[in-house]
Nanobody, 124 residues
Framework: QVQLVESGGGLVQAGGSLRLSCAAS????????MGWFRQAPGKEREFVSF????????YYSDSVKGRFTISRDNAKNTVHLQMNSLKPEDTAVYYC?????????????????WGRGTQVTVSS
């Protein structure tokens, strides 16, 4: 029903920046909330950021607040995650997710569709 494709990951030095993008296909994108999660090897999937359909509600995990910025362009069915001041601890596979999220935006189970992920590696 809904396909998500992440892009923009790569290798960057600590202190650098990356801009992730998530392109969505589907006719209900504008009514869906979207979130970013990340998962490092051996660790649980971790909430990163959330944005609702209008962009009026935005949330970040404490670990990325002040460094990352989420945005969406409903006309282009795209959500972005600008990541600045990257740290080695940010190294993970980053996933975008979408769905009719009505409550627990920080829980993976609250989302219906997931992308395949894009690798972000931050070297020290």
């Amino acid at each position: 029903q809904v396909q998500l494709v992440e892009s923009g990951g790569g290798l960057v030095q600590a202190g650098g920046s990356l801009r992730l993008s998530c392109a969505a296909s589907g006719r209900t994108f504008s009514s869906y909330a979207m979130g970013w999660f990340r998962q490092a090897p051996g660790k649980e999937r971790e909430f990163v950021s959330f944005i609702n359909w209008s962009g009026s509600n935005i949330y970040y995990s404490d670990s990325v607040k002040g460094r990352f910025t989420i945005s969406r362009d409903n006309a282009k069915n795209t959500v972005h995650l600008q990541m600045n001041s990257l740290k080695p601890e940010d190294t993970a596979v980053y996933y975008c997710a979408t769905g009719f999220v009505s409550g627990s935006y920080y829980e993976p189970l609250g989302y219906d569709y997931w992308g395949r992920g894009t690798q972000v590696t931050v070297s020290s």
